[in-house]
């Protein structure tokens, strides 16, 4: 854009309301491919741990899954009339343990996954901060000039948090 000021996370900033205004071009399209491919770059280090708390979904899910076939098994051993009154109990507070095991298993891996997310995401957004805030130093003194404190401080606080769900919680 001819006139547009350098921007340290984008590279030019020119009016903002265009990208809403206007549908997707490919180029609009590539740039976002483009910032998505950043954001995982940055995120990288933070890959392994990610696949443990998605491997921890998966098995939280599974739990939740099961827990139908459980309460199914909690209402035959109640209205099944066939055996002795101690079979049914048996039967059902078998049902009853099976159940809270799944439930508290699955407890387990939703919060473990939880906090990994969560922890991950946090130090993305502190590489991003200290990435962005080393690029903000390394502006000429005209585009500090040209900025409000407050909107240089907005970036460093809002922008990187927004980064935080694509850079984990989506991926």
């Not at 459980?70 to 048996?90: E, I, K, P």
């Amino acid at each position: 854009m001819p006139g547009a000021t350098p921007s340290p996370l984008h590279g030019t900033s020119g009016d903002l309301a265009a990208p809403l205004l206007e549908p997707p071009s490919e180029t609009t399209q590539t740039k976002r491919a483009a910032g998505v491919r950043r954001i995982l770059r940055q995120s990288r280090p933070e890959w392994p741990a990610m696949a443990a708390a998605t491997l921890c979904l998966v098995l939280a899910v599974l739990g939740q899954a099961v827990m139908p076939l459980l309460f199914g098994r909690m209402v035959d051993a109640t209205s099944d009339t066939s055996g002795s009154r101690d079979a049914r109990l048996r039967r059902y507070s078998a049902a009853c343990a099976e159940l809270a095991l799944v439930v508290g298993v699955s407890l387990f891996f939703t919060a473990v996954r939880a906090y990994v997310f969560n922890s991950a995401g946090a130090k993305v957004v502190a590489r991003l901060r200290v990435l962005l805030f080393g690029r903000m130093l390394a502006q000429e003194t005209a585009w500090f000039d040209a900025r409000e404190t407050g909107d240089l401080l907005s970036r460093l606080a809002s922008d990187t948090q927004k980064l935080q769900a694509a850079a984990t919680e989506t991926v």
